[in-house]
């Protein structure tokens, strides 16, 4: 089955850390761009960071930058978001995404960030 799945969402206080993880299977990871995106409640999804399939490229949006790391292990075909310094505006469901070229993307089902004291 040709899947990504989520885990590492959870409730913290602003200032504080999470790291979340993406498992992909059922297709050939090491081909593919990997990306989270995520999605806050009444506005539009929006990419958070991508890293390629060799790890040489990884890009970030203005605003997590500098707070957030994107890494991936090939060997177990998992990507982390390291997320630092959280702050309220980071609450939103975040989402992983494999994508290699005009191939449809494959999207997980998301995981809750919420940001809050």
């Known amino acids: 089955q040709v899947q990504v799945v989520e885990s590492g969402g959870g409730l913290v206080q602003p200032g504080g850390s999470l790291r979340l993880s993406c498992v992909g299977e059922?297709?050939?990871?090491?081909?593919?761009?990997m990306s989270w995106y995520r999605q806050a409640p009444g506005r539009e999804r929006e990419l958070v960071a991508s890293?390629?399939?060799?790890?040489?490229?990884?890009t970030y949006a203005p605003s997590v930058k500098d707070r957030f790391t994107i890494s991936r292990d090939n060997a177990k075909n998992t990507v982390y978001l390291e997320m630092n310094n959280l702050k309220s505006d980071d609450t939103a469901v975040y989402y992983c995404?494999?994508?290699?070229?005009?191939?449809?993307?494959?999207w997980g089902l998301g995981t809750q960030v919420t940001v809050s004291s």
């Open positions: 890293i390629t399939a060799a790890r040489e490229v990884q």
């Open positions: 995404q494999a994508r290699r070229g005009p191939a449809p993307a494959i």
């Open positions: 059922g297709f050939l990871w090491n081909t593919y761009l």
